[in-house]
């Protein structure tokens, strides 16, 4: 048996799906139950360690409060993904999401394919979160499931071969 961790037994190579949070899902838990459930940041990154195991890919799970490091990720990301490292990035860029030009054009910019998720349904909230900057750069957009979206976003990545 293989004893090389990046490589499954049958020798295919194991791709890394990057989850990337923005700003304030870092109090996820402690604020505004009724919207985004009861669940922490760490139980978030525990439930997609899970869907990643299950479907054989490896997780990098990060969180940033800025912008400029986000757009970096993103960088680093599409350069992952050209070299066949990478599989997707699943994004929740936060209240980002609804102001950020930089992130769309990181995105657009780097060639990555990337999820963008919400854990709430944005557009049966406030009208400022309607509109959304990263859905054009995107490949797909998931919103409403609350947490359980980052494994339901994973588990599509895998369901997509
Ligand atoms: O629904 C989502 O996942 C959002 O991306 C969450 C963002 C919000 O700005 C977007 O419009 C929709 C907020 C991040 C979470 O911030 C929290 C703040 C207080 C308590 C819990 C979370």
Redesign the pocket.
């Known amino acids: 048996m293989s004893t090389f961790l990046p490589f499954l037994s049958i020798g295919t190579p194991v791709k890394t799906i990057l989850v990337l949070n923005?700003?304030?899902?870092n109090?996820?838990?402690?604020?505004?139950p009724a919207?985004?459930g009861s669940a922490t940041l760490a139980d978030v990154e525990r439930l997609c360690q899970e869907a990643c195991a299950a479907h054989g890919f490896a997780l990098d799970f990060r969180q940033s409060n800025h912008e400029g490091v986000l757009v970096d990720w993103l960088h680093e990301a599409g350069r992952a993904e050209a070299a066949g490292t990478l599989a997707w990035v699943v994004f929740?860029?936060?209240?980002y999401?609804?102001t950020s030009v930089a992130l769309h054009d990181a995105i657009k910019g780097a060639g990555v394919s990337v999820i963008e998720?919400?854990?709430?349904?944005?557009h049966a909230?406030e009208a400022f979160?309607h509109h959304s900057y990263l859905s054009p750069a995107a490949k797909a957009v998931m919103?409403g499931f609350g947490v359980k979206g980052y494994g339901l976003a994973i588990a599509g990545v895998a369901g997509l071969g």
Do not use: F, K, Q
Not at 27 to 32: F, K, S, V
Not at 92 to 95: D, E, F, L, T
């Open positions: 923005g700003p304030n899902p109090l996820l838990g402690t604020r505004e919207v985004y929740n860029a936060g209240a999401t609804h998720l919400h854990i709430s349904n944005v909230r979160r919103a």
